[in-house]
């Protein structure tokens, strides 16, 4: 049973971020730039016939990076998101993470749901997916008031290069 009388300010009090692109994480990155690590690594995987999708976690002046791997590993929860928060949580020895994740594009409900359990205080991504987007396109997770933890989200960073990173993925594989 969660205790809410100990939660940590990060948890239910909102984020201690100012809102825009012009932020800068814990790890250095801008918004912009974290995209575009992320978008290095989306194209990793799609060269490796995983859907293209990134993820860099900057958290105490560290980053934690990585690729869909789903088919890799015959995994389905092997979302990039995950595998950032996985490697966190292990490098540093606890499960509330915090700090600022970026993905190439609208992290799922099972994504959604791991990144409020991790206290993640920011989510910048960037397209929207219309079909399974649970950070506001199709259901919001994050926004919602049954979920114990407030995460900023920044949408739509670098939207047109994330998008056509993916048409052209798929387009190819058509």
């Known amino acids: 049973m969660a205790q809410l009388d100990s939660a940590s300010p990060s948890e239910g009090e909102g984020c201690p971020f100012e809102p825009g692109r012009e932020h800068i994480s814990a790890g250095g990155l801008s918004d ?20 293209p999708i990134g993820a860099v976690l900057a958290v105490d002046g560290r980053l934690f990076a990585a690729r869909n791997e789903k088919e890799a590993r015959h995994d389905p929860t092997a979302h990039a998101e995950l595998l950032a928060i996985r490697a966190a949580a292990e490098a540093l020895g606890r ?75 798929f387009a190819e594989r058509r």
């Open 32 to 51: 912009e730039d974290g995209i575009r690590r992320a978008m290095v690594l989306a194209g990793e995987a799609g060269a490796a016939g995983d859907a």
């Open 95 to 169: 499960w509330r993470i915090g700090g600022s994740l970026y993905v190439t594009k609208e992290p799922c409900a099972m994504c959604a749901g791991a990144i409020a359990a991790a206290r993640i205080e920011r989510l910048v991504y960037g397209c929207r997916d219309p079909k399974g987007g649970a950070a506001g396109s199709v259901i919001d997770i994050l926004g919602s008031a049954a979920v114990n933890h407030r995460v900023e989200v920044i949408d739509g960073v670098l939207a047109e290069e994330t998008g056509a990173q993916l048409r052209a993925f």
